[in-house]
């Protein structure tokens, strides 16, 4: 079966990148392009961000996971240690993370090396997520093969749901990327987009432009 998808065709005017209007530290303009994207509203969650991790074979996994926190000091998310993102991170911790908000026009590509945060910090955002959030956590071993939905289903049904139950489990928590370089690109007309690339030199964000 064939689907020829070359019909689509789309117009890109909604911005540009112009490198002396750009801050010092490219942590400055995420900030200001995620504030946008978050007032404007358009995205239902634009803190989604593709993660892509490698496995001991060399073959990527990209998946959507959710940023809860960026920071100058990097940008964390939360997970399952034993999930296969987990498994492919203990064995290589560089990773890809990419935003995409079509509203805008914009994409956001981050490569970084990855640390677990501490545990404390992890049992503070855990201990704060809804009550089915936590359970959900708790009664999934995330990534393994399972028999059937029934399996999970019948896990959840039979959680004992009290207190000393619903603490944090050992194999989850967060992760801070700390980012090795950041590009932000911007459709532009003719599809000759500006690509803006942070690059951390020692102590130092060097900038450059990408050929689009």
């Known amino acids: 079966m ?7 065709r789309d117009k890109y005017l909604k911005g540009e990148l112009i490198e002396n ?3 010092l530290n490219p942590i400055d303009l995420f900030s200001k392009w995620f504030n946008e994207i978050e007032n404007l509203g358009n995205e239902r969650e634009p803190n989604a961000m593709s993660l ?6 060399m073959f990527p996994t990209t998946r959507i996971v959710l940023l809860k926190e960026f920071s100058d000091l990097g940008f964390i998310f939360y997970t399952n240690y034993n999930s296969r993102k987990g498994i492919h991170i203990k064995n290589n911790p560089q990773v890809c993370m990419s935003f995409y908000w079509p509203s805008l026009e914009r994409q956001v590509i981050i490569h970084g090396t990855v640390k677990k945060i ?4 992890s049992k503070k955002y855990f201990n704060s997520r809804p009550e089915s959030s936590r359970i959900g956590a708790i009664v999934s071993n995330q990534s393994e093969i399972i028999p059937s939905r029934d399996y999970i289903d019948n896990k959840l049904k039979n959680f004992d749901i009290n207190v000393d139950n619903l603490v944090k489990p050992k194999h989850w928590g967060g992760y801070n990327v700390t980012p090795q370089s950041v590009e932000f690109w911007q459709g532009r007309e003719s599809r000759l987009h500006d ?7 020692k102590d130092k964000w060097i900038i450059n432009r990408l050929s689009p």
């Open 2 to 8: 064939l689907k020829d998808l070359s019909h689509y």
């Open 21 to 23: 209007k750009l801050p």
């Open 52 to 57: 892509s991790t490698v496995d001991n074979k």
């Open 118 to 121: 501490s545990d404390l910090k």
């Open 195 to 201: 690509r803006i690339i942070y690059v951390k030199e």
